[in-house]
């Protein structure tokens, strides 16, 4: 629970300031390190460019509790006249050994565009669960793939993925 807090504090103060880095006019940075009132330490730092021709930031950040509870996470983001994208994730750490993670990234473009997510998790008992899903399609040609991979410790890695061609027809993934 005490984890879930500490997330929740960090991704509340990671989206209150990437507004402000992203509104900078040339090049920002900062960084901070204090203690919490969880009686532990957070930290987290960013920099942001914008110029004539787009900008981009990246920030990271983390949060602990003294009691071997932690989160941490980082964030980017960029635009340029030939696209955009941006990637997050999210990493937790309970006192307990369990561990989760949660990452996206996303990008689009004249030719295309693509869609990756995916989480982990970690406990002492049951061992690893991960997985991922990815979906791509381009624009010139509305072709497209979608893939989803897992694991587990009971059944190791499966994956499956479907594409299509321009006609929206499925075709063989290669």
């Known amino acids: 629970m005490k984890t879930t807090m500490i997330a929740a504090g960090f991704l509340s103060a990671g989206l209150l300031l990437q507004p402000v880095l992203v509104q900078a006019e040339g090049f920002a940075s900062g960084r901070f390190v204090r203690e919490?009132?969880?009686?532990?330490?957070?930290?987290?730092?960013?920099?942001?460019?914008?110029?004539?021709?787009?900008?981009?930031?990246?920030?990271?950040?983390?949060?602990?509790?003294?009691?071997?509870?932690?989160a941490g996470g980082s964030s980017a983001a960029y635009r340029t006249p030939y696209g955009a994208g941006a990637r997050a994730g999210i990493t937790t750490h309970s006192s307990d050994g369990t561990t989760t993670h949660q990452s996206g990234a996303a990008a689009s473009g004249a030719r295309g565009q693509f869609d990756s997510r995916g989480s982990s998790s970690y406990n002492p008992e049951?061992?690893?669960?991960?997985?991922?899903?990815?979906?791509?399609?381009?624009?010139?040609?509305?072709?497209?793939?979608?893939?989803?991979?897992?694991?587990t410790k009971s059944e190791g890695v499966t994956h499956s993925s479907s594409c299509t061609n321009a006609a929206g027809d499925p075709v063989e993934c290669r």
Request: avoid cysteine.
């Open 36 to 70: 919490n009132a969880a009686g532990g330490v957070s930290g987290g730092s960013g920099r942001a460019i914008r110029g004539p021709a787009g900008g981009g930031y990246r920030s990271r950040g983390y949060a602990t509790d003294g009691q071997g509870n932690a």
């Open 126 to 151: 049951t061992g690893l669960d991960a997985s991922r899903s990815t979906d791509v399609s381009s624009h010139n040609s509305a072709a497209s793939y979608s893939g989803d991979t897992s694991y």
